[in-house]
């Protein structure tokens, strides 16, 4: 079968490769649609997602496709059904699993990560972590699943109540996703800082954002005004933002995937005098049956955010920023058809 794989460090090749064997507790997914993201961008490049994707392998970590195949043990799927896939694979022994918090594993291990994934014909996956989809959810939007139920997980660590108001920076795809999470979870006043006019033009008229503020052209965040802050940006500049723009008994998500060195500057006394919670959101436990209802429900409108649908020969191109502005892209494996 063809597959895209990385070969190493900043190196994908088209090769011919064999398809994935079974054991009797896992799944062989006909691949439809693989999401392309960040992270992707960060294992390309050496640096590590969930954990670190050791060359040769076949990225791809959002996924959605048809079950071609299932293992003697497998009772959760069925051949011929449509799925999305949680990359994530726990190991259930360690202290961190055994005390309900699986995302911090220490033996974590991933699909398209870890382990070969969706930038193939076909890949593998435990059936644990399979997940059917209704029939009115597209394979396209199904692989989008994964990076959603990571912004649910961001969002089910707060305290959220209806009076609340809240900031996202960043207007990439995650930051856009919060936009339409928060308001599912009944927060109903939403802004929204980035640095792409057309963007955040987008979410004020088509998605109910209440104020926008291009810090790339001046525009300034207000300063203590808001319950709840989502960065989702990254950088020890935004992250500093979310905390200035904090209120007092604030909430700030630091959502955004900073470099592995970097460091911000946090005014000591006022997270003590503002009483802030600061918290971190690493993937997604356990929330892929509430993203798959997201999603469902029609409470999410992820198609008007895929900017761009690549081929195994284009991905080169988004790795290498050669795309221009990339609102989300996908990688198109198969198709919609059983």
Same mark, same amino acid.
């Given at each position: /079968?063809?597959?895209?794989?990385?070969?190493?460090?900043?190196?994908?090749?088209?090769? @011919?490769?064999?398809?994935?064997?079974?054991?009797?507790?896992?799944?062989?997914?006909?691949?439809?649609?693989?999401?392309?993201?960040?992270?992707?961008?960060?294992?390309?490049?050496?640096?590590?997602?969930?954990?670190?994707?050791?060359?040769?392998?076949?990225?791809?970590?959002?996924?959605?496709? %048809?079950?071609? @195949?299932?293992?003697?043990?497998?009772?959760?799927?069925?051949?011929?059904?449509?799925?999305?896939?949680?990359?994530?694979?726990?190991?259930?022994?360690?202290?961190?699993?055994?005390?309900?918090?699986?995302?911090?594993?220490?033996?974590?291990?991933?699909?398209?990560?870890?382990?070969?994934?969706?930038?193939?014909?076909?890949?593998?996956?435990?059936?644990?972590?399979?997940?059917?989809?209704?029939?009115?959810?597209? #394979?396209?939007?199904? =692989?989008?699943?994964?990076?959603?139920?990571?912004?649910?997980?961001?969002?089910?660590?707060?305290?959220? =109540?209806?009076?609340?108001?809240?900031?996202?920076?960043?207007?990439?795809? /995650?930051?856009?996703?919060?936009?339409?999470?928060?308001?599912?979870?009944?927060?109903?006043?939403?802004?929204?800082?980035?640095?792409? !006019?057309?963007? #955040?033009?987008?979410?004020?008229?088509?998605?109910?954002?209440?104020?926008?503020?291009?810090?790339?052209?001046?525009?300034?965040?207000?300063?203590?005004?808001?319950?709840? %802050?989502?960065?989702?940006?990254?950088?020890?500049?935004?992250?500093?933002?979310?905390?200035?723009?904090?209120?007092?008994?604030?909430?700030?998500? /630091?959502?955004?995937?900073?470099?592995?060195?970097?460091?911000?500057?946090?005014?000591?006394?006022?997270?003590?005098?503002?009483?802030?919670?600061?918290?971190?959101?690493?993937?997604?436990?356990?929330?892929?049956?509430?993203?798959?209802?997201?999603?469902?429900?029609?409470?999410?409108? %992820?198609?008007?955010?895929?900017?761009? @649908?690549?081929?195994?020969?284009?991905? !080169?191109?988004?790795?290498?920023?050669?795309?221009?502005?990339?609102?989300?892209?996908?990688?198109?494996?198969?198709? @919609?058809?059983?």
């Amino acid at each position: /079968m063809k597959a895209l794989v990385l070969t190493d460090v900043k190196k994908l090749e088209v090769l @011919e490769v064999d398809k994935p064997k079974l054991s009797n507790k896992e799944v062989l997914i006909k691949t439809a649609y693989a999401g392309i993201c960040g992270t992707d961008h960060a294992l390309y490049s050496g640096l590590p997602g969930s954990a670190k994707a050791i060359p040769p392998i076949v990225l791809g970590h959002e996924n959605s496709g %048809v079950v071609a @195949e299932i293992g003697t043990k497998v009772t959760n799927v069925k051949i011929g059904d449509r799925v999305s896939v949680d990359p994530n694979i726990y190991c259930g022994q360690c202290r961190y699993c055994r005390t309900k918090r699986p995302e911090l594993c220490q033996n974590l291990s991933a699909v398209g990560v870890t382990r070969n994934g969706g930038f193939a014909e076909y890949f593998s996956a435990p059936a644990s972590v399979v997940y059917p989809i209704p029939d009115n959810v597209s #394979l396209k939007t199904a =692989a989008i699943i994964e990076p959603i139920s990571c912004a649910v997980h961001g969002i089910q660590l707060l305290k959220l =109540a209806a009076w609340q108001k809240a900031l996202i920076i960043g207007d990439g795809f /995650m930051g856009q996703l919060f936009v339409q999470i928060l308001q599912a979870y009944g927060i109903y006043h939403v802004d929204l800082a980035g640095i792409i !006019d057309e963007k #955040l033009e987008l979410n004020k008229t088509k998605f109910g954002v209440n104020k926008t503020f291009n810090t790339s052209k001046g525009g300034l965040i207000p300063e203590a005004n808001y319950d709840i %802050v989502i960065e989702a940006v990254g950088m020890p500049i935004t992250q500093e933002q979310a905390i200035k723009a904090a209120a007092r008994g604030a909430q700030v998500l /630091m959502f955004g995937v900073g470099k592995p060195n970097d460091t911000f500057k946090v005014g000591t006394y006022g997270v003590f005098q503002k009483q802030l919670t600061i918290q971190g959101s690493f993937i997604n436990p356990y929330t892929f049956v509430d993203s798959v209802a997201l999603l469902s429900s029609d409470k999410l409108n %992820v198609e008007t955010l895929i900017s761009h @649908e690549l081929d195994y020969e284009t991905v !080169d191109d988004f790795v290498n920023d050669k795309l221009g502005v990339v609102s989300k892209a996908v990688v198109k494996i198969g198709s @919609e058809n059983k």
